[in-house]
């Protein structure tokens, strides 16, 4: 894994050379050094001393997923929404096939708007239902689930966002991955959200449907990557904090994507009824 402490604090000189405003992550400098904290330190972060391993910003963003993951998955549909980075909520449709009635389950991700207009990403949001109930991650639920004070994820969060934001100013490419849920991958000015495989089946409950939605490139499997031969470039992994140098993903946009669902289930003859 790269060095965070090194990696931030040539962020933090670097927005100090280009003029900009000051950039600081003193929540992320203790995290990144964990495995060397004394007892000291780590009641100053308010952490278990008990706790054998005691987690890192990864951990921290996992709890983040977990949230999203449990929320999407509740009986009642809401939106769930991560402050600064963009929204989560789920898409239905009905259909019948060879004598039964499925029920198509896509997850849409709708970026923050201020991600968008950092260097005006292109990326069709799709409008959350009005119907739908839209809540946030809650900072005091990360919190109950792992050894830190509430106060430090929030900061931790806020911190490895603003690090985003930063990537984002400077033209880099970033992948914002998001354990068993999925990955939002920026590309010039390209954004695409691929989904976990086991995350959809969650979702549709049925392989027939998963695979049905990867197929027709309805949704987009997070494993998949359309490479053009000899175009790499170097990629920001968050929360991870490494630098590796990947293929561009060719792929459709949201926009393409909801047009091209909508004509098939047309020609199939099946209505494309959104319901909550």
Not at 152 to 163: I, S
Request: net charge negative; charged share 25%.
């Amino acid at each position: 894994m790269t060095n965070l402490e090194a990696l931030i604090t040539n962020v933090e000189l670097c927005s100090k050379v280009d003029g900009c405003s000051t950039v600081t992550f003193p929540t992320l400098k203790k995290l990144s050094v964990n495995d060397a904290l004394t007892g000291r330190e780590l009641a100053d972060l308010e952490l278990d001393v008990s706790f054998p391993c005691f987690p890192d910003v990864v951990t921290i963003w996992s709890s983040v997923s977990k949230c999203v993951w449990q929320q999407l998955l509740e009986r009642k549909p809401r939106a769930v929404s991560i402050t600064g980075l963009g929204t989560f909520h789920i898409q239905k449709w009905r259909s019948f096939e060879n004598g039964e009635v499925l029920t198509f389950q896509r997850p849409l991700f709708s970026l923050s708007r201020t991600v968008a207009q950092i260097r005006e990403l292109q990326h069709a949001s799709v409008p959350v239902p009005d119907e739908l109930k839209k809540v946030s991650v809650s900072y005091k639920k990360i919190h109950s689930d792992i050894p830190y004070s509430e106060e430090v994820v929030q900061n931790c969060m806020q911190e490895t966002l603003n690090f985003f934001y930063f990537i984002l100013t400077n033209r880099e490419d970033t992948d914002f991955i998001l354990k068993d849920v999925g990955t939002l991958a920026i590309r010039g000015t390209e954004v695409t959200m691929a989904f976990c495989k086991d995350f959809l089946l969650s979702l549709n409950k049925s392989t027939y449907v998963v695979e049905k939605l990867l197929t027709k490139k309805w949704v987009i499997l997070d494993q998949e990557e359309s490479l053009s031969p000899r175009c790499f470039r170097r990629v920001y992994q968050l929360p991870l904090f490494e630098i590796r140098a990947v293929p561009r993903r060719a792929s459709l946009s949201d926009e393409e994507i909801v047009t091209e669902f909508e004509s098939a289930l047309s020609s199939m003859g099946i209505r494309g009824n959104v319901s909550d």
